[in-house]
């Protein structure tokens, strides 16, 4: 994802970020270089060099930090980044299991009922075009039970 345009402002101590679908806050205190009020932030600019999915600060001191877009979907839990955050982990989980099951890459494949390369587009990290339910199926081929958790998020309040 790309960012289109970041802006920052001192006084709720957060960056702006803006995407191609929604604006995003990211604030200072998630940051590794964090500004002050002695040591405030300069100029904030959409790094190119990073592709433009960063973007970089730099403190009155010369200090410079970088966040990529990740970190700000991730910080707001981005629907789509979670889910995409779910596909890598299961992903990995099935090459691994892939890896160490008995089973022949051919055997798999007739077992899910899928052709050579769904089967390998399942297996790539990268894919995000592929769905939850498909790795769940190769899971369970794999003789892996997944089990999801739903927990309440820590440090959010209670509406009264």
Request: charged content about 35%; overall charge positive; proline content about 4%.
């Amino acid at each position: 994802m790309k960012i289109r345009n970041v802006k920052h402002d001192n006084r709720k101590k957060a960056f702006e970020v803006a995407t191609a679908r929604k604006r995003y806050g990211f604030p200072y205190a998630r940051l590794e270089v964090r500004p002050s009020r002695e040591n405030p932030i300069r100029r904030v600019y959409v790094d190119e060099e990073l592709g433009r999915e960063a973007f970089t600060y730099e403190l009155q001191s010369g200090e410079q930090g970088t966040v990529h877009i990740d970190h700000v979907l991730e910080y707001n839990r981005d629907p789509r980044a979670m889910r995409d955050l779910l596909l890598y982990k299961l992903t990995l989980v099935a090459q691994e299991r892939v890896r160490s099951s008995p089973l022949s890459a051919r055997e798999l494949i007739r077992r899910l009922g899928t052709s050579p390369a769904q089967f390998y587009r399942l297996l790539d990290q990268t894919n995000y075009t592929k769905s939850v339910d498909q790795l769940l199926t190769l899971l369970s081929v794999l003789d892996c039970d997944v089990d999801l958790v739903v927990k309440k998020r820590r440090g959010r309040l209670e509406p009264v």
